[in-house]
């Protein structure tokens, strides 16, 4: 059973930083693309990065320039680092293996809350 663990959430001021990460289970990790979504109150579920077996890398254009992807493949990890953090990014984050059109591939986990907020 895939199963994907987030971490990293909380209330951080307007540009302030986290770091989100990921654990992967029940998945061979390394051979699949891997992503970060986002969902803000009353919106879609929406992707934020991307990032190959390879280490291609791909972003949303309202984060591209302050959020990068990375990915750990011996800890079975993808982590995604949020700099200059603004109130629009306020969502609660989800990771997943991306699939073709950047859909999820399983089913989701429980997701980590960012709130940015003064």
């Known amino acids: 059973q895939v199963q994907f663990v987030e971490s990293g959430g909380g209330l951080v001021q307007p540009g302030g930083s986290l770091r989100l990460s990921c654990a992967a289970s029940?998945?061979?990790?390394?051979?699949?693309?891997m992503g970060w979504y986002r969902q803000a109150p009353g919106e879609q579920r929406a992707f934020v990065a991307g990032?190959?077996?390879?280490?291609?890398?791909t972003y949303a254009d309202s984060v591209k320039g302050r959020f990068t992807i990375s990915r750990d493949n011996t800890k079975n990890t993808v982590y995604l680092q949020m700099n200059s953090l603004k109130p629009d990014d306020t969502a609660v984050y989800y990771c997943?293996?991306?699939?073709?059109?950047?859909?999820?591939?399983?089913?989701w986990g429980q997701g980590t809350q960012v709130t940015v907020s003064s």
């Open positions: 990032i190959s077996s390879g280490g291609t890398t």
């Open positions: 029940g998945m061979i990790f390394s051979i699949y693309r």
């Open positions: 997943n293996a991306v699939g073709s059109g950047n859909a999820n591939r399983w089913p």
